[in-house]
């Protein structure tokens, strides 16, 4: 027997906002001509493309020719490192970024160290917050060109000190790039950033649309071979419906999102307390209190991650995991690793608009039933 | 590196085994002794020190390029 579907994995996916469905079939029939054309269909295509463009703007606070939409938000990423770098060659080739940066951060950063230039990552502590003092004397070094900070950890749900650790940057003269994936959509933005990035799937949106967003004044340039779409910032024509969705589900999300961070915190609260009570020796990882309020991570003791998430999923709960058996290249999670919090049996639970106190409830009452059973399977009940 | 009292090689295991063969070793040793674990999982670099401060027993030292290992005072 199959137990009702819980989805708890919205830091990967959230389900699609209503508003975003609506939007993309209309946009399908209305907005599929190429909208750098002229004539009446392109025209109309174009017209869709910069209402998009305005409300996603307006939401975000910035301003229109400010933002870029991306095939991704992991594309997003790659521009606003690779971009950042290139824009600023002349001050130096010194990446600074937090060691709990996305992999698509960390990878634009291997692909920049493999072409010569430097990486420098800043330490967090044990409850994934950036060591700013570290971050101060980096940032201060000759020859940072960049410095990237994620706005909060999508594994742990801690939230950085982006206000001060721009402060910093600023003194240094550093521009600064945030990946705000985790945040747009579902908390207000921090200030003082030049180069930000989101991804559309995670607040509910389509999945493939980033954005990509480069403050006026901020040096940046297009690491990619010459195309004039979106500002000459990324190549290749825009999915138009899709985009159209993305921006329609931010307004959506934006204007709920105070409420509903209401509503999920406090279940956030709950997993914390009621996992850490009633599961034996369980790790609850992340900021108890500087957090997203939809996420939560905790890793069990003895377990295995994969048979955790399967044994989950045969119960209805769909949950994601850092811990190495469940990644393709069989190393835990780099943001665990850079915590040093127990990285086995571990379980990121995210929270989204249509999650119930009812499925928080279900989950927390057979978790430790599931977590007790694979522990006497493996006969570690006792150790 | 010093000689430990007792050596764990958990090589070829992966993460949790080399933390759940130390956690079967351990009350069979005296109190102040010290493992040595070699465990080639990197999830070991970082659960090894985390069972050690969930369950009070110290951790000395890891060892990245022999073994790897790492040492533990029970
Ligand atoms: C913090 C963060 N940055 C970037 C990304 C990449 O976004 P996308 O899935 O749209 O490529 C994600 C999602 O995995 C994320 O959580």
Redesign the interface.
């Given at each position: 027997m199959s137990a009702s579907p819980v989805y708890l994995d919205a830091a990967s996916a959230a389900p699609p906002h209503p508003v975003a469905r609506q939007a993309m079939l209309a946009a399908l029939d209305d907005g599929w001509a190429d909208p750098a054309r002229l004539y009446a269909p392109a025209r109309r295509a174009r017209q869709l493309l910069d209402a998009a463009r305005e409300a996603a703007a307006q939401t975000l606070g910035v301003r229109a020719d400010e933002l870029s939409f991306t095939p991704s938000g992991t594309a997003a990423a790659h521009a606003a490192v690779l971009g950042g770098l290139v824009g600023r060659r002349r001050a130096g080739t010194t990446l600074v970024h937090s060691a709990i940066e996305h992999s698509a951060v960390l990878h634009a950063a291997q692909r920049h160290t493999a072409a010569g230039g430097d990486a420098v990552s800043v330490p967090v502590d044990r409850l994934g917050r950036l060591d700013l003092d570290a971050w101060a004397a980096a940032v201060a070094a000759p020859g940072v060109a960049l410095a990237a900070l994620i706005g909060a950890s999508h594994e742990v749900g801690t939230v950085q000190p982006v206000p001060a650790a721009a402060e910093l940057s600023a003194e240094a003269g550093v521009p600064l790039y945030v990946d705000a994936a985790q945040l747009v959509g579902r908390a207000p933005l921090p200030a003082g950033w030049s180069v930000l990035t989101a991804s559309a799937h995670k607040w509910g949106g389509p999945p493939g649309v980033g954005l990509l967003v480069v403050r006026k004044g901020t040096r940046w340039e297009s690491p990619y071979p010459a195309d004039e779409r979106e500002s000459g910032r990324t190549p290749g024509v825009v999915n138009l419906p899709a985009v159209v969705a993305a921006a329609a589900s931010l307004r959506a999300a934006a204007a709920d999102a105070a409420a509903e961070a209401a509503r999920l915190a406090p279940l956030v609260d709950r997993i914390r307390a009621r996992v850490a009570a009633e599961v034996p020796d369980v790790e609850v990882v992340g900021d108890p209190v500087d957090r997203l309020p939809h996420l939560v991570t905790f890793s069990c003791l003895y377990v295995d991650g994969e048979a955790l998430l399967h044994a989950l999923d045969r119960r209805g709960f769909a949950v994601s995991s850092g811990s190495s058996c469940t990644s393709s290249t069989l190393r835990p999670s780099h943001v665990l690793e850079a915590m040093g919090v127990l990285s086995h049996g571990n379980v990121r639970v995210s929270l989204h608009r249509e999650t119930t106190e009812a499925d928080v409830e279900r989950f927390l009452a057979e978790l430790p039933g599931i977590v007790a059973a694979l522990r006497a399977e493996a006969g570690v009940t006792d150790l | 590196m010093s000689e430990p009292d007792e050596t764990l090689d958990c090589r070829g295991q992966?993460?949790?085994l080399p933390?759940?063969n130390l956690?079967?070793r351990v009350p069979g040793l005296p109190a102040g002794a010290v493992v040595r674990v070699l465990a080639d999982?990197?999830?070991a670099?970082?659960?090894i020190?985390?069972?050690c401060r969930?369950r009070g027993h110290e951790f000395l030292a890891a060892h990245p390029d022999a073994g790897p290992a790492y040492d533990v005072r029970v």
């Amino acid at each position: 027997m199959s137990a009702s579907p819980v989805y708890l994995d919205a830091a990967s996916a959230a389900p699609p906002h209503p508003v975003a469905r609506q939007a993309m079939l209309a946009a399908l029939d209305d907005g599929w001509a190429d909208p750098a054309r002229l004539y009446a269909p392109a025209r109309r295509a174009r017209q869709l493309l910069d209402a998009a463009r305005e409300a996603a703007a307006q939401t975000l606070g910035v301003r229109a020719d400010e933002l870029s939409f991306t095939p991704s938000g992991t594309a997003a990423a790659h521009a606003a490192v690779l971009g950042g770098l290139v824009g600023r060659r002349r001050a130096g080739t010194t990446l600074v970024h937090s060691a709990i940066e996305h992999s698509a951060v960390l990878h634009a950063a291997q692909r920049h160290t493999a072409a010569g230039g430097d990486a420098v990552s800043v330490p967090v502590d044990r409850l994934g917050r950036l060591d700013l003092d570290a971050w101060a004397a980096a940032v201060a070094a000759p020859g940072v060109a960049l410095a990237a900070l994620i706005g909060a950890s999508h594994e742990v749900g801690t939230v950085q000190p982006v206000p001060a650790a721009a402060e910093l940057s600023a003194e240094a003269g550093v521009p600064l790039y945030v990946d705000a994936a985790q945040l747009v959509g579902r908390a207000p933005l921090p200030a003082g950033w030049s180069v930000l990035t989101a991804s559309a799937h995670k607040w509910g949106g389509p999945p493939g649309v980033g954005l990509l967003v480069v403050r006026k004044g901020t040096r940046w340039e297009s690491p990619y071979p010459a195309d004039e779409r979106e500002s000459g910032r990324t190549p290749g024509v825009v999915n138009l419906p899709a985009v159209v969705a993305a921006a329609a589900s931010l307004r959506a999300a934006a204007a709920d999102a105070a409420a509903e961070a209401a509503r999920l915190a406090p279940l956030v609260d709950r997993i914390r307390a009621r996992v850490a009570a009633e599961v034996p020796d369980v790790e609850v990882v992340g900021d108890p209190v500087d957090r997203l309020p939809h996420l939560v991570t905790f890793s069990c003791l003895y377990v295995d991650g994969e048979a955790l998430l399967h044994a989950l999923d045969r119960r209805g709960f769909a949950v994601s995991s850092g811990s190495s058996c469940t990644s393709s290249t069989l190393r835990p999670s780099h943001v665990l690793e850079a915590m040093g919090v127990l990285s086995h049996g571990n379980v990121r639970v995210s929270l989204h608009r249509e999650t119930t106190e009812a499925d928080v409830e279900r989950f927390l009452a057979e978790l430790p039933g599931i977590v007790a059973a694979l522990r006497a399977e493996a006969g570690v009940t006792d150790l | 590196m010093s000689e430990p009292d007792e050596t764990l090689d958990c090589r070829g295991q992966r993460c949790p085994l080399p933390v759940i063969n130390l956690a079967r070793r351990v009350p069979g040793l005296p109190a102040g002794a010290v493992v040595r674990v070699l465990a080639d999982d990197p999830a070991a670099a970082v659960d090894i020190p985390a069972w050690c401060r969930m369950r009070g027993h110290e951790f000395l030292a890891a060892h990245p390029d022999a073994g790897p290992a790492y040492d533990v005072r029970v």
